[in-house]
């Protein structure tokens, strides 16, 4: 017992500190030198435009129509979108807005480019509210991590977390909590100024501009009917080989429609890792007693940051488009961290479905038949086959190291939690969802992400011990995506 004690102390173990009976110390190789090393570094230099547009010029006759059968559709659904919209209330004052009509567009229709032109100095009043806005969220996530912290007794130190034991660090903790309040309270203060003043100056420069955005606004319409019998006069035959006219303005209509289909997909992905960051900081906590499982929650979390990180330079510098956050993914997130809360089990469960969703998202546009564009693709590849794989495993072995049973409880509590799971935060997912239309802008059948994903949940479920078809994983939601 004494010379159990030393070992201990030496390792610098609590003494509560609880020994798997698995090996997870595999879990807890980073791979961040390898993810810059010579053979798997990303080439930011390629322009994604030029890799699409060399991709449609390249596809034979039969296989471009086949791809632009698909997403011509979807342009003209967005054409009479817009049109009812700027009938209804004219250009809108919002530069995303605009940015969606010229993304409908040709480049030869030049009133929408001088519509954003027009809005330029409009937009830029808003940069400091913005930017107190990333701010706050910041301090907001900070705030509820470190008072977490605090509620289960954790100290952070530059070595990670540990017990919350003496006088110093409790006050040490408090004074960090009120620090972060403080700050927030400003920055909030900050923002409410700003909203005010940009309020003002919005109303100063918004007479000048909407009477400019008015003047362009029949030009642009008469744009869209256009545009829009163009692409209604399509219907797959006689559009001539490649070089041909006609093919080349639907294949400037058919990248349009991909870029803004490739940036939902790297949004989507951002977003997904993003989002795991939090409950993972959380399980570094529950789990104290637990080292080898925390330091590998930990590597988990690092990893989820630098893939966070990637996905957030291809959307500014490639996609040149911004961070969307679906209101859906906030509230699922906060409802997941009141489930790990009151019955880890189903939390840890509900992860392992989760990472197994998501590293099949990666793996799909992984392939070069469904991700035309080599960087977006080849990140896909090196976050699915370095980490994915690590992170999903993980998640299996806490949860058959801690909460397997094989008892009839669990299997209906992770039948009711998966079915949930999936009405949830993918029952959504018909044929108007951007991501759906996305992988039908680059000519994949709707059904198909849905399919490739079903397959390798049923398989990381078995891992857990629990046996689901993929077409079971498919009745499972709510409506599902018809089938062709």
């Excluded at 993914?329 to 019955?343: D, Q």
Aim: overall charge positive.
């Amino acid at each position: 017992m004494q010379r159990l004690k030393e070992s201990r102390r030496k390792k610098e173990w609590p003494d509560y500190y609880i020994a798997p009976t698995r090996d997870f110390t595999q879990f807890t190789a980073d791979f961040e030198q390898q993810y810059w090393s010579r053979d798997t570094a990303f080439d930011w230099s390629q322009s994604v435009e030029a890799n699409l547009r060399l991709h449609l010029t390249n596809l034979p006759d039969a296989e471009f129509v086949r791809v632009a059968a698909l997403a011509l559709p979807l342009v003209g659904q967005a054409l009479t979108e817009h049109i009812y919209e700027v009938e209804r209330s004219g250009l809108p004052l919002d530069e995303d807005a605009l940015r969606a009509i010229a993304g409908c567009l040709p480049a030869d229709r030049t009133a929408i480019s001088q519509a954003l032109l027009r809005l330029a100095p409009f937009e830029r009043v808003g940069l400091p509210v913005a930017e107190l806005k990333d701010q706050l969220v910041i301090l907001d996530r900070q705030l509820f991590e470190l008072r977490e912290e605090q509620r289960i007794q954790v100290f952070r130190t530059d070595e990670g977390l540990k017990r919350l034991e003496t006088k110093e660090e409790k006050g040490e903790q408090r004074r960090q909590v009120a620090a972060l309040a403080d700050q927030q309270g400003r920055v909030r203060q900050a923002l409410k100024r700003a909203r005010a003043e940009t309020r003002r100056e919005r109303q100063q420069l918004g007479e000048a501009v909407r009477e400019e955005l008015s003047a362009i606004a029949p030009q642009v319409l008469v744009d869209l009917f256009e545009t829009r019998a163009f692409v209604q006069r399509f219907h797959g035959v006689g559009i001539g080989s490649a070089g041909t006219p006609l093919r080349g303005r639907l294949e400037e209509l058919v990248l349009k429609r991909q870029l803004r289909a490739l940036t939902d997909i790297a949004n989507h992905a951002l977003v997904v890792e993003q989002s795991a960051i939090a409950p993972l900081t959380m399980g570094i906590v529950h789990y104290r007693r637990r080292r080898e499982i925390q330091e590998a929650m930990t590597t988990f979390a690092h990893d989820e940051a630098k893939h966070s990180a990637v996905f957030r330079r291809f959307m500014a510098e490639k996609m040149r488009a911004k961070e969307r956050i679906p209101r859906a993914v906030i509230s699922g997130g906060e409802r997941y961290l009141w489930i790990a809360r009151v019955m880890p089990s189903g939390a840890v469960f509900l992860a392992v479905i989760i990472e197994a969703i998501g590293g099949a998202f990666l793996e799909f546009f992984a392939q070069n038949e469904n991700m035309p564009d080599p960087l977006f693709r080849g990140i896909c590849r090196v976050i699915a086959e370095r980490d994915e794989k690590r992170h999903q495993e993980l998640c299996a072995a806490t949860y058959n190291e801690l909460y397997r049973t094989g008892g009839w409880w669990e299997a209906l509590r992770n039948r009711v939690a998966l079915r949930g799971l999936l009405q949830a935060a993918y029952g959504d997912k018909t044929e108007d969802h951007q991501l759906i239309q996305a992988c039908r802008a680059f000519g994949l059948e709707s059904d198909t992400l849905y399919r490739y994903v079903a397959s390798n949940l049923s398989q990381q479920l078995e891992a857990v011990g629990m046996s689901v078809s993929w077409d079971s994983l498919m009745k499972f939601l709510p409506k599902p995506v018809p089938r062709r």
